[in-house]
T-cell receptor, first 114, second 114 residues
Framework: AQSVSQHNHHVILSEAASLELGCNYS??????LFWYVQYPGQHLQLLLK??????LVKGIKGFEAEFIKSKFSFNLRKPSVQWSDTAEYFC???FGGGADGLTFGKGTHLIIQP | NAGVTQTPKFQVLKTGQSMTLQCAQD?????MSWYRQDPGMGLRLIHY???????DQGEVPNGYNVSRSTTEDFPLRLLSAAPSQTSVYFC?????????????FGPGTRLTVL
């Protein structure tokens, strides 16, 4: 069965540190890839998405992600984090391009210390 | 636009009770879906709808019913609540069933079944 793995469940960084959150999926066919963020007390918001073209995609708030097809990966990066980036981050994948929704990873809880 | 709205925000049920979680969107989106979020599990798809009158099952549909009589509304019914259904429920919508469309999430309903 298709699955999405996020390797880091809890990450603690200091402000200005660089961030990379891993996301891998298990499926050899067409995929559409998303990163969502859930700030404390808020609902999920889209950070960025990839479905074709340049494998390096840029999203909101300085985030970017790179799709590496050979590694089945879609890692999220930010060069310099801020305290306001404290949130839960979810990688999500649509497998096969169908209408049957997204498969989410278990999430990474990111805490930025001032 | 109010976006995606959900009611209630919190609910406590006793085992065996039934209830309906409401979801509405005012963006004229075709596609709507329900997810549940459990600690350490990420979000899992319960049911989805690609348009009025059309619904289908997701990954974890047992114990839940849905209907889509209008474009705007997509209620989720718990027929006979069980403690295993204690979770946070999110409704989402997107403009079309296209797998590349951004899904917009509601604020969630936190349900506890005693």
């Amino acid at each position: 069965a298709q699955s999405v793995s996020q390797h880091n469940h809890h990450v603690i960084l200091s402000e200005a540190a660089s961030l990379e959150l891993g996301c891998n999926y298990s499926y050899g066919g067409t995929v559409n890839l998303f990163w969502y963020v859930q700030y404390p007390g808020q609902h999920l918001q889209l950070l960025l998405k990839y479905f074709s073209g340049d494998p390096l995609v840029k999203g909101i708030k300085g985030f970017e992600a790179e799709f590496i097809k050979s590694k089945f990966s879609f890692n999220l990066r930010k060069p310099s984090v801020q305290w306001s980036d404290t949130a839960e981050y979810f990688c999500a994948v649509n497998f096969g391009g169908g209408a049957d929704g997204l498969t989410f990873g278990k999430g990474t809880h990111l805490i930025i210390q001032p | 636009n109010a976006g995606v709205t959900q009611t209630p925000k919190f609910q406590v049920l006793k085992t065996g009770q039934s209830m309906t979680l409401q979801c509405a969107q005012d963006m004229n989106h075709e596609y709507m879906s329900w997810y549940r979020q459990d600690p350490g599990m990420g979000l899992r798809l319960i049911h989805y709808s690609v348009g009025a009158g059309i619904t289908d099952q997701g990954e974890v549909p047992n114990g839940y019913n849905v209907s889509r009589s209008t474009t705007e509304d997509f209620p989720l019914r718990l027929l006979s609540a069980a403690p295993s259904q204690t979770s946070v429920y999110f409704c989402a919508s997107s403009y079309s069933p296209s797998s590349t469309d951004t899904q917009y999430f509601g604020p969630g309903t936190r349900l506890t079944v005693l």
